[in-house]
């Protein structure tokens, strides 16, 4: 029997990527609060890295034993589908859905306002380019 083990590439490792389209799918099915909660815990997670660069994956210690993630020694950083996970994330949390043919997106949460890089939402009509 395989056991747990932080630094185990697939067996107790934290993969961004992994974890966005868990929380996407439990928003979509309603829960919300639960897939927020996966959200921040990955923008943390980025927070604690070099020029917020998620890596592919990293150690996964339980956060009482550590006030940060564990680097995996063998993780790739910057890596692209970590990098599109927390962009899925906020996605996700705004309620943004890109459409192919137009510049704005639709925004489907009332009562946000946030500011992102540049870009601001100004809720519920559109995003605009600052």
């Known amino acids: 029997m395989i056991r747990y083990n932080p630094l185990s590439y697939h067996n107790g490792s934290v993969w961004p990527h992994d974890n966005s389209l868990i929380a996407a799918g439990m928003a979509q099915y309603g829960f919300y609060n639960e897939a927020k909660t996966i959200a921040l815990s990955l923008f943390e997670a980025a927070s604690a890295f070099p020029r917020y660069r998620l890596p592919e994956l990293f150690a996964g210690y339980p956060r009482r034993e550590y006030a940060f993630p564990a680097p995996y020694p063998a993780a790739n950083s910057p890596q692209a589908w970590a990098t599109g996970a927390i962009i899925y994330m906020l996605e996700m949390l705004l309620g943004i859905v890109p459409e192919r043919e137009r510049t704005n997106w639709e925004a489907h949460i009332d009562g946000i306002s946030i500011f992102l890089n ?3 939402y ?9």
């Open 122 to 130: 100004r809720n519920p009509k559109q995003i605009t380019q600052r």
């Open 118 to 120: 540049g870009v601001r």
